[in-house]
């Protein structure tokens, strides 16, 4: 069986696994279950959510204001656990998945709300700024926030490449980081709105921790999802800012239907954005575990 069969297999299994934990909580009556130059690999599978919504789209000049309004059920099986995803070919946490000496979380320094540089550099990678906030909950628990969790961040540059991999050096660290959730459940990073490289939608990928003092090494997480996000708002960024144009094209010959993680639904993953190119963009989203 070749790679994209065992990765496709591995999307299968995922999701059978997630279907079945919904089905049993519901039969309970209890909470719902809830680059280097950038490979096509990242496999996987999610579930679509059990709730409606509708997205209203207005684009100017500048850039594309995207908002999702979710209707959500007052049934606790609602609160459904984020989907299980592939960590991809770089997730660079000390983990089999790529290379166990590539691990930026036993860096002093990982830490950190803004990922836009290499740890200790003040030179920043380009690209159209971008605050991710990110509330953490528990699907065991209708949804109550998740204080004191670790979430570790990481995605492409605006070119398609993943730092660490492009030069075989953990030194090179921009666009990964690490930070606990408050008391509200929430974590911020300052960051850039993600390219899109062949074969794949944009997308973030994040680890959970239980906590920061666990958060040194994959073998300590309790989930691993990917963030999707609205096309018309990525095309008016491809379109508009510089050093994107590649992802324009790769863009335009991909969809969530054809991606490999994301062609069984986004609607526990997908942010909401809102913003421009000139001013930067705000992305939000609640995801669910079951701790």
């Known amino acids: 069986m070749n790679e994209l069969s065992l990765r496709r297999a591995s999307a299968a299994a995922s999701r059978r696994r997630a279907l079945s934990a919904i089905a049993g909580a519901g039969a309970l009556g209890a909470l719902g279950a809830t680059g280097l130059l950038g490979l096509s690999g990242c496999g996987g599978g999610g579930d679509e959510a059990e709730t ?3 997205t209203t789209t ?3 000049s500048t850039g594309t204001t995207t908002a999702n309004t979710g209707t959500v059920s007052t049934n606790p099986a609602s609160c459904s656990v984020v989907p299980e995803e592939t960590a991809g070919p770089y997730p660079a ?3 089999m998945a790529s290379n166990t000496t590539y691990n930026v979380l036993a860096l002093a320094g990982i830490v950190r709300s803004d990922i ?3 740890i200790g550099s003040s030179t920043q990678v380009g690209g159209v700024p971008l605050t991710l906030t990110l509330t953490l909950t528990n699907a ?3 949804c109550a926030s998740l204080a004191g969790y670790a979430i570790y961040l990481w995605h492409c540059s605006r070119e398609g490449n993943y730092s660490v ?10 666009l990964r980081g690490v930070q606990e959730t408050n008391a509200s459940g929430q974590v911020t990073f300052t960051t850039i709105v993600p390219g899109c490289y062949a074969g794949r939608m944009p997308h973030m990928h994040l680890e959970v921790y239980p906590s920061l003092a666990k958060a040194t090494t994959a073998s300590n997480k309790v989930k691993t999802t990917q963030l999707a996000f609205p096309t018309e708002t990525l095309r008016t960024v491809y379109s508009t800012a510089s050093g994107y144009t590649a992802s324009l094209n ?3 010959n991909i969809s969530f239907a054809s991606d490999n993680v994301f062609s069984d639904g986004t609607s526990l993953e997908m942010v909401t954005m809102a913003g ?3 001013a930067g963009y705000t992305a939000n989203i609640s995801i669910a575990i079951a701790a």
């Not at 991999?165 to 090179?172: E, G, L």
């Open 52 to 54: 409606s919504s509708t």
């Open 165 to 174: 991999y492009t030069t075989s050096n953990v030194s090179d660290n921009a």
């Open 250 to 252: 790769n863009l335009g």
């Open 93 to 95: 946490d000390g983990s």
């Open 58 to 60: 207005s684009t100017g």
């Open 116 to 118: 836009r540089s290499n």
């Open 276 to 278: 421009s190119v000139s």
């Open 140 to 142: 065991s628990a209708s």
